[in-house]
């Protein structure tokens, strides 16, 4: 399983990705107003830094629209996906850019059936939104177990980005459900290789050590 980061911020990305575990990064509108940089020059910045795909989504809404956004994007690194809205229009304009071969990360799918329209118009990556389905009473997990099944069961190519990734729970069991990747916030990534086992094992070695030594 490949573990993308969630984040627009260089810090975290360098952080994580000292560690070696940074195969890609997601960002969206939201992720990248909260840097309050400017877009392009963040994009270009982590795309210097990740080895692996970096998305950055589109703002228009209109396929024309969206096409020539990601046409432009796509010209600021080799490692460039572009994220497209899953919409009709979205449909449209990830079936150009198929063509042309640019990468497309279709984002906000919420059910199977956009999964597998969205994979059926040549996605490369597809990215149903786990946690915000938890939050209106619906399996997140569930969406990703069933996608993985029909993507499987009729040979299409698009890899599925398990995305809004809340807890580690998240991400335990998207590993179990069979997402190629899960995109994971920089806030949680830490947790990820914390037990509070660990720490208390890891003083108690050090009193015995300094116990022993004296
Ligand atoms: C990434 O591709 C998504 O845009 C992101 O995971 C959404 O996360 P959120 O639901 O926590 O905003």
Same mark, same amino acid.
């Given at each position: ?40 020059? +963040? ?23 969206? +096409? ?13 996906? +572009?994220?497209?809205?899953?919409? %009709? ?16 990360? +279709? ?61 580690? %729970?998240?991400?335990?069991? @998207? ?7 899960? @995109? ?31």
């Amino acid at each position: 399983m490949k573990f993308f980061l969630d984040t627009a911020n260089i810090e975290e990305i360098k952080r994580i990705n000292g560690l070696g575990l940074v195969d890609g990064v997601t960002t969206n509108p939201t992720i990248i107003a909260r840097e309050g940089r400017d877009f392009e020059t +963040v994009i270009k910045e982590i795309c210097a830094l990740v080895e692996g795909p970096v998305s950055a989504e589109v703002i228009s809404l209109e396929t024309d629209g969206m +096409v020539n956004e990601a046409r432009e994007i796509a010209q600021w690194a080799d490692n460039i996906v +572009v994220k497209i809205p899953m919409t %009709e229009a979205g449909l449209a304009a990830v079936h150009i850019l198929n063509k042309v071969g640019i990468k497309t990360n +279709v984002t906000l799918i919420f059910s199977v059936a956009q999964g597998l329209m969205a994979a059926k118009a040549g996605a490369t990556y597809i990215s149903p939104f786990v946690g915000r389905l938890d939050d209106i009473g619906v399996s997140g997990i569930n969406l990703v177990v069933e996608l993985r099944q029909v993507l499987d069961k009729y040979g299409l190519k698009s890899e599925i980005i398990a995305a809004s990734i809340r807890n580690i %729970e998240h991400v335990e069991a @998207t590993a179990l459900a069979g997402s190629h990747i899960a @995109t994971i916030p920089g806030s949680l990534f830490p947790k990820l290789w914390t037990h509070p086992l660990t720490d208390n094992g890891i003083a108690q070695f050090m009193m015995d050590w300094a116990e022993f030594s004296k």
